[in-house]
Each structure stands twice: as structure tokens, then as C-alpha cells.
């Protein structure tokens, strides 16, 4: 099955993994069950390394130990033009202080801020946590599942198929009650979420398929979003909207970027 099914057994194991880590503590939290116990948090290391294992056992099952080499060969490949860097680390907080211009400008409501000492913290938080957790979100979804989809489709029809998973799979933390993301518009971060998939494409197949670059991006993204506060949901709709349009009528929806789209090989 594995072997016929290698992109659909990925997304059963990386959502098994992930939400057996996190139901325990959605049903906890709402005293459902008595399931938010301290020795139960150690089952939140799941979802941080799911979309990874998943990804790893598909690769072990289907091509053995060079699968495996060349799934987590891309997120070491740290040597690529120092324009890429930039790119990497400048694009998310350009976007996010973009977003923030909007929301000002047109009045949006933005985002509860926080006092200077608890954005520290979260900015603090959110490094910390994004250098443990996205490497492995991305050997998963732009690693193996996304040179999977973009066998079959343009790059822009499969960064939108795995961006709705994508999405999906966070669902549980939307009800988990005191999880920031709980307090998240569901519809609008789901359209942000989109849009900025079609951002990760252009850069994941513009670089030749470099997951340490594409990281860099992902932890860029959480951790200036935690430091640029107040920021409206609406307006990152627009702005990362925005910004995939111009990616898609330069570079059409074919690729998505200069270079060809990456294949699952």
C-alpha cells in the first residue's frame, strides 16, 4: 500500500502523529477527559516532528536508505547565493510590516499587543520554538509532499491542494482552549495560509528545492510575527494575497518561479 499510496499514507501518519499529540490536550483543556496532565505534555513533541517522520517512513518503505538521503539532503544544502539569504529572512518582515501599514491605513482591527517585557518573551518563544519545529514541518510538506503534488499538477494548483492540508492538519489547535491559535479567525489565517503557500513554492523551486533556505523563511515568518504586533488578519490576507498574484503573473502557474518545478524523482 505504501508504495502505491506513497503521498496518501504520508498525510495518514503526519496527521495521526500530529493529532495524537495535540487531541489529548484540546479534550483536556475543555474537561472533556482528565487528559491535561503534565506527563501527557510529552506527547506534544509529536506534531513537531510528524510531517519529518511521516515523510521518513514513506522514503524507508518505498526507496530504503537513499530515500532517506535525499529527503533530508536538501535541508543541509546551506550553500546558495547569499541573495537567497536575504530573500529568506527580509521577505517575512517586509510582508509583515507591509500588513501593518494596511492595517493602520485603512483601520483595521489588528491583533491584541502585548506589554514590552511579554513581546520580548513571545519573540523569545516563538525562535526558539520555530528552530525545533519547522525544519521538520518542512522535510514534510515542501520536501516530500509538495515534489509529489508537483508530479502530478502546476505548482500553483499543488501549493493550493497543500496548502488546504496543510491548514487542515492544524485544525485541532482551534479548539484547544488557551492556545493562541484558538483566538485566530479561522477563515481568514486558512486564506492567509493559502497565499503564503504559494510564496514557499516560488521559493522552494526557485532555490532548486533548498529546504534550508525555505526554513529560514518559515522561522522568519513566526518569529517577526511575533515581534511586529497588532497586525489585522484581513490585511495579511491582502498582502500575502497580493504578493502570490505578482508571483503568478510573472512567472505563471506552471513553476512558479525561474526554474522548474521540482519533481518527486
Given amino acids: 500500500m505504501i508504495k502505491r499510496h506513497p503521498l496518501l499514507t504520508f498525510y495518514l501518519l503526519a496527521f495521526g502523529l500530529a493529532w495524537l499529540g495535540w487531541l489529548p490536550q484540546v479534550l483536556g483543556a475543555r ?10 505534555q510529552g506527547l506534544l513533541i509529536l506534531p513537531g516532528i510528524a510531517p519529518a517522520l511521516a515523510a521518513l517512513l514513506v522514503a524507508w518503505a518505498t526507496q530504503g536508505g537513499t530515500g532517506v538521503q535525499r529527503l533530508f539532503r536538501p535541508l543541509l544544502r546551506w550553500r546558495v547565493g547569499w541573495l537567497w539569504y536575504g530573500v529568506a529572512i527580509a521577505t517575512p518582515l517586509g510582508l509583515l510590516l507591509l500588513a501593518k501599514g494596511v492595517t493602520v491605513l485603512l483601520g483595521l482591527p489588528g491583533a491584541a499587543t502585548e506589554s514590552t517585557q ?28 509538495l515534489p509529489h503534488w508537483q508530479q502530478r499538477f502546476t505548482a500553483l494548483t499543488a501549493s493550493l491542494i497543500l496548502g488546504g492540508l496543510w491548514g487542515l492538519w492544524h485544525v485541532p489547535l482551534f479548539f484547544w482552549v488557551g492556545n493562541p491559535m484558538a483566538t485566530y479567525p479561522f477563515g481568514l489565517w486558512f486564506l492567509s495560509l493559502l497565499a503564503l503557500t504559494v510564496l514557499y513554492t516560488w521559493l522552494y523551486n526557485a532555490t532548486a528545492g533548498n529546504l534550508f533556505v525555505v526554513t529560514l523563511f518559515h522561522v522568519g515568518l513566526h518569529t517577526f510575527g511575533a515581534a511586529v504586533q497588532g497586525v489585522s488578519w484581513l490585511s495579511l490576507v491582502l498582502v500575502y494575497g497580493l504578493v502570490a498574484l505578482i508571483l503568478l503573473v510573472r512567472f505563471g502557474p506552471t513553476h512558479l518561479s525561474p526554474q522548474p518545478r521540482i519533481k518527486a524523482g
Fill in 31 to 40: 474537561g472533556i477527559v482528565p487528559f491535561n496532565q503534565p506527563y501527557l
Fill in 118 to 145: 511579554e513581546g520580548v518573551s513571545l519573540v523569545v518563544t516563538a525562535l526558539i520554538t520555530s528552530i525545533l519545529a519547522n525544519p521538520w514541518e518542512e522535510v514534510g510538506w515542501r520536501g516530500f509532499a
